[in-house]
């Protein structure tokens, strides 16, 4: 079989995927279904520094090719993370990204320096949530803000710092250059997109938050076109999300220039879809007689 193995940040990965934050919880749903070290990594439900209800239901909604959700973040904070999920996780033998979600940057740089000591391997700083401060605005739809806390948490921690864009920008490749120069070691992308359903027999948003964030095989070429577009535009490690359903889909995420693949609403249909994926990337490649899955990362050649 190839060498799946791929190194983001200087983190090293058995293999590329990597269940994506908020569709994996903190891996104890999924253990008796297979053993979690199967995995390249795990990336962590959003984790705010205070425990969050999140959004009032109904806020999941099924769409053509996808689904929509408004869940808000619902965890238990970053305390509960750091006592109770992050010992479990530690003994799985699988990299531990952390989801750093917050309504303010002091929020943000508060959950990095209380997981700076702590086993994880890589934080993930989700840039779609809202500022608070700034009239509720989130914080990746602007070059300055996503900058700013970008360095604010690279100042409060020294682990790989991996940033997680927000599609829903005029342009992503400014974004990902704004974070690469606050010290982003890695961007990962693409969070959803911002969609609605409404119930036309009621005539009310199916969503209690009237909307939420698309996800699925529907977004998978938005994925793919943004992946490729910052791929080309950083220096950076590029970790691809959005879509991914199969190992084909891991294979076109990767040649589009991602060294590393998150897996979201694929899990939802088939629990088993990680390590499917996985199976499926190794036969690909032995199919087409590649030794190493790094040949194939940002090999698509443009007409």
Same mark, same amino acid.
């Given at each position: 079989?190839?060498?799946?193995?791929?190194?983001?940040?200087?983190?090293? /990965?058995?293999?590329?995927? &990597?269940?994506?934050?908020?569709?994996?919880?903190?891996?104890? @749903?999924?253990?008796?279904?297979?053993?979690?070290?199967?995995?390249?990594?795990?990336?962590?439900?959003?984790?705010?520094?205070?425990?969050?209800?999140?959004?009032?239901?109904?806020?999941?909604?099924?769409?053509?090719? *996808?689904?929509?959700?408004?869940?808000?973040?619902?965890?238990?904070?970053? !305390?509960? /993370?750091?006592?109770?999920?992050?010992?479990?996780?530690?003994? +799985?033998?699988?990299?531990? &990204?952390?989801?750093?979600?917050?309504?303010?940057?002091? !929020?943000?740089?508060?959950?990095?320096?209380?997981?700076?000591?702590? =086993?994880?391997?890589?934080?993930?700083?989700?840039?779609?949530?809202?500022?608070?401060?700034?009239?509720?605005?989130?914080?990746?739809?602007?070059?300055?803000?996503?900058?700013?806390?970008?360095?604010?948490? $690279?100042?409060?921690?020294?682990?790989?710092?991996?940033?997680?864009?927000?599609?829903?920008?005029?342009?992503?490749?400014?974004?990902?250059?704004?974070?690469?120069?606050?010290?982003?070691?890695?961007?990962?992308?693409?969070?959803?997109?911002?969609?609605?359903?409404?119930?036309?027999?009621?005539? $009310?948003?199916?969503? =209690?938050?009237?909307?939420?964030?698309?996800?699925?095989?529907? #977004?998978?070429?938005?994925?793919?076109?943004?992946?490729? +577009?910052?791929?080309?535009? #950083?220096?950076?490690?590029? #970790? *691809?999300?959005?879509?991914?359903?199969?190992?084909?889909?891991? &294979?076109?995420?990767?040649?589009?220039?991602? +060294?590393?693949? +998150?897996?979201?609403?694929?899990? /939802?249909?088939?629990? /088993?879809?990680?390590?499917?994926?996985?199976?499926?990337?190794?036969?690909?490649? !032995?199919?087409?007689?590649?030794?190493?899955?790094?040949? &194939?990362?940002?090999? #698509? @050649?443009?007409?």
């Amino acid at each position: 079989m190839a060498d799946l193995s791929v190194t983001v940040a200087g983190v090293t /990965f058995k293999n590329p995927i &990597i269940p994506a934050s908020g569709t994996f919880g903190f891996g104890r @749903e999924y253990e008796d279904l297979y053993p979690l070290s199967l995995l390249g990594g795990i990336s962590t439900k959003g984790t705010t520094l205070d425990p969050k209800d999140g959004n009032p239901p109904p806020r999941i909604a099924e769409t053509p090719a *996808g689904m929509l959700n408004s869940v808000g973040l619902q965890n238990p904070g970053i !305390d509960a /993370f750091i006592r109770d999920a992050l010992p479990y996780l530690q003994e +799985q033998d699988t990299v531990i &990204i952390a989801n750093v979600a917050g309504s303010t940057v002091e !929020d943000c740089v508060e959950i990095a320096r209380r997981l700076e000591n702590t =086993k994880v391997h890589m934080l993930e700083l989700n840039i779609s949530c809202p500022n608070v401060k700034e009239g509720g605005v989130a914080f990746g739809t602007s070059c300055e803000s996503a900058g700013a806390i970008t360095a604010a948490v $690279r100042k409060a921690t020294t682990k790989p710092l991996m940033v997680k864009l927000s599609p829903n920008v005029t342009s992503i490749t400014d974004i990902a250059k704004s974070v690469e120069a606050a010290g982003a070691d890695a961007v990962s992308l693409i969070n959803t997109l911002l969609g609605m359903r409404i119930d036309i027999e009621s005539k $009310r948003p199916i969503l =209690k938050n009237n909307v939420g964030g698309l996800s699925g095989p529907a #977004v998978f070429p938005v994925a793919v076109r943004m992946v490729w +577009q910052v791929a080309n535009a #950083v220096s950076i490690p590029v #970790v *691809g999300m959005g879509g991914v359903a199969s190992g084909k889909d891991a &294979i076109e995420m990767m040649m589009a220039g991602a +060294q590393a693949v +998150q897996v979201g609403a694929a899990i /939802f249909h088939d629990p /088993f879809a990680p390590v499917r994926i996985i199976r499926e990337m190794n036969e690909w490649l !032995d199919a087409h007689a590649y030794s190493s899955v790094s040949q &194939i990362i940002g090999r #698509v @050649e443009p007409w």
